[in-house]
């Protein structure tokens, strides 16, 4: 069975960062696309960065360009997002997804994980 879990969210002020960990539990991460997308209440899940298989290409959303870096450790088979300088919009529910190949597109993704909150106060 495959499982996504992510961690690392919570509550800082604006400025702050927060380091988002999704670890991969049955399947070898490193031979799927991973990637991160956030959600705000009523509306659909945005984009926010993805990792190819071997860890050699990134994508970013281009607002977050800068911003947010995606990076793996395949020992761990682990996803990471580092977020800096974190804004009050930034506060959203945050999701890892794994899938064949990396996309923008939320339906292209097979798995999913919980979500963790991520809240930035002003």
């Known amino acids: 069975q495959v499982q996504l879990v992510e961690s690392g969210g919570g509550l800082v002020q604006a400025g702050e960062s927060l380091r988002l960990s999704c670890v991969v539990s049955?399947?070898?991460?490193?031979?799927?696309?991973m990637a991160w997308f956030r959600q705000h209440p009523g509306t659909e899940r945005e984009f926010l960065a993805a990792?190819?298989?071997?860890?050699?290409?990134?994508t970013y959303a281009d607002s977050e360009k800068g911003r947010f870096t995606i990076s793996r450790d395949s020992a761990k088979n682990t996803v990471n997002l580092q977020m800096n300088r974190l804004k009050p919009e930034d506060t959203a529910i945050y999701y890892c997804?794994?899938?064949?190949?990396?996309?923008?597109?939320?339906?292209?993704?097979?798995?999913w994980g919980q979500g963790t909150q991520v809240t930035v106060s002003s």
């Open positions: 990792i190819n298989g071997g860890g050699s290409s990134t």
């Open positions: 997804a794994l899938g064949l190949f990396t996309s923008r597109d939320y339906r292209n993704y097979n798995y």
């Open positions: 049955g399947l070898t991460a490193c031979n799927y696309g």
